[in-house]
């Protein structure tokens, strides 16, 4: 055990935190086993180490982050480990890459059951069923989604400055004066566009080449987060991986799961499943109409994140593209996205109508939110794309 304490003592010590993630005070910190899930490359293990460095001090043994790589616990059970660190006097356990892990959650809610004096924060992928009704983790775990950075969280490491998040009703009612006090310090636009090719993943901060990074992380997702979770044989990963490119690269609308499902040899059925993987490995997004969800056929599929786009069609990627992909990832974190009847973009709770485009099309409808690229500063109901990325 020794070992670990040594390792968790350096990560503390030598965490490089540029920004500080806001879901650290959005958790509450008192229950005892709480699970923050996110996909691949958002930061999951460097939130685990800076949630140790604000609570603990480096060399404060009641608290210990391990990681379940370390070839050791392919001989020693968590339990076993969680036990013997609590007779230690350990009260705080954080475990990262939980998956990797056989019967993780089974042993988790051993912990839970029988270390009532031990706290585990564990992190994992976005593909892991904590709330399942069938999981021995049900009525137990507390889980929480860690994201990748928001356009205000981009603005904030490229300019130094702080800025607040803001709700959608705040945005809707007040966008005119929040607009005017940040491009009083700054201006957007500026940045936009880099957020949209690099901005959502950390790991951009890295002294890497950003897009090989990128194209790294989202093959291990597949290989890693979807065949090893849903126990996929490793044969089928060209066909996943063919049909995430096919459906990035083709235009925006309802998919044709017949057409697709020839072209990877596979049934319709097969196809939908692997679009529901992909959706859960937080690749891709699905948008239903209202009262409608998987496993119907969704009316349209996005990217989950611009930087995707760029990922996969590496040229020619539209602008339109971007700016709802963009808008419905900085919105879904808190609010319920469908697609609108109202021939607008999207339906937001079951009663704001999103049309997102560089400008107003047809009669103006006072019953639609016009988000529009390109400008600072917006009126009445139309409201700058950028200060959608203020939500968080």
């Given at each position: 055990m020794e070992s670990f304490y040594r390792t968790h003592q350096y990560l503390v010590e030598h965490i490089d935190m540029p920004l500080r993630r806001k879901l650290i005070d959005n958790i509450n910190w008192n229950d005892r086993l709480i699970g923050i899930k996110g996909s691949?490359?958002?930061?999951?293990?460097?939130?685990?180490?800076?949630?140790?460095k604000e609570k603990f001090s480096a060399d404060d043994r009641e608290c210990l982050y391990i990681n379940l790589n370390?070839?050791?616990?392919?001989?020693?059970t968590i339990q076993d480990f969680a036990n013997e660190f609590r007779l230690k006097g350990g009260k705080v356990l954080l475990i990262d890459q939980i998956f990797k892990y056989p019967n993780w959650?089974?042993?988790?809610?051993?912990?839970?059951?029988?270390?009532?004096?031990?706290?585990?924060?564990?992190?994992?992928?976005?593909?892991?069923?904590?709330?399942?009704?069938?999981?021995?983790?049900?009525?137990?775990?507390?889980?929480?989604?860690?994201?990748?950075?928001?356009?205000?969280?981009?603005?904030?490491?490229?300019?130094?400055?702080?800025?607040?998040?803001?709700?959608?009703?705040?945005?809707?009612?007040?966008?005119?004066?929040?607009?005017?006090?940040?491009?009083?310090?700054?201006?957007?636009?500026?940045?936009?566009?880099?957020?949209?090719?690099?901005?959502?993943?950390?790991?951009?901060?890295?002294?890497?080449?950003?897009?090989?990074?990128?194209?790294?992380?989202?093959?291990?997702?597949?290989?890693?987060?979807?065949?090893?979770?849903?126990?996929?044989?490793?044969?089928?990963?060209?066909?996943?991986?063919?049909?995430?490119?096919?459906?990035?690269?083709?235009?925006?609308?309802?998919?044709?799961?017949?057409?697709?499902?020839?072209?990877?040899?596979?049934?319709?059925?097969?196809?939908?499943?692997?679009?529901?993987?992909?959706?859960?490995?937080?690749?891709i997004n699905m948008l239903y109409p209202e009262k409608e969800d998987f496993p119907k056929k969704p009316v349209r599929l996005y990217l989950q994140n611009p930087n995707l786009l760029y990922a996969t069609r590496m040229i020619n990627v539209e602008r339109q593209a971007l700016r709802e992909t963009f808008l419905y990832n900085q919105l879904q974190k808190d609010y319920k996205v469908n697609a609108s009847e109202n021939g607008c973009h999207f339906l937001v709770n079951g009663k704001y109508h999103l049309s997102v485009g560089e400008q107003i099309r047809g009669k103006f409808n006072s019953d639609i939110y016009y988000v529009i690229d390109g400008i600072e500063a917006g009126e009445r109901k139309v409201i700058p794309l950028w200060l959608f990325g203020f939500l968080y």
């Open positions: 691949r490359g958002v930061g999951k293990t460097s939130f685990l180490i800076q949630y140790a370390n070839f050791y616990f392919t001989v020693r959650a089974s042993e988790l809610a051993y912990c839970y059951d029988n270390y009532p004096d031990l706290q585990i924060i564990f992190a994992g992928s976005s593909v892991l069923r904590l709330k399942d009704e069938h999981s021995p983790l049900a009525g137990k775990v507390i889980s929480y989604n860690l994201r990748g950075f928001s356009f205000r969280e981009f603005l904030e490491l490229q300019t130094g400055y702080k800025f607040e998040s803001y709700s959608l009703n705040e945005i809707f009612q007040h966008h005119q004066d929040i607009a005017q006090k940040i491009t009083s310090q700054v201006r957007p636009l500026a940045y936009l566009d880099d957020y949209f090719h690099h901005g959502f993943y950390p790991f951009h901060l890295e002294k890497r080449n950003f897009s090989e990074n990128l194209l790294k992380t989202m093959n291990m997702m597949l290989e890693v987060d979807v065949l090893s979770i849903y126990q996929i044989e490793l044969s089928y990963l060209p066909k996943l991986r063919k049909l995430l490119y096919l459906l990035s690269v083709t235009s925006q609308g309802s998919p044709n799961v017949s057409q697709l499902s020839t072209d990877i040899e596979t049934s319709r059925a097969t196809v939908m499943n692997y679009i529901k993987y992909l959706k859960d490995a937080r690749l």
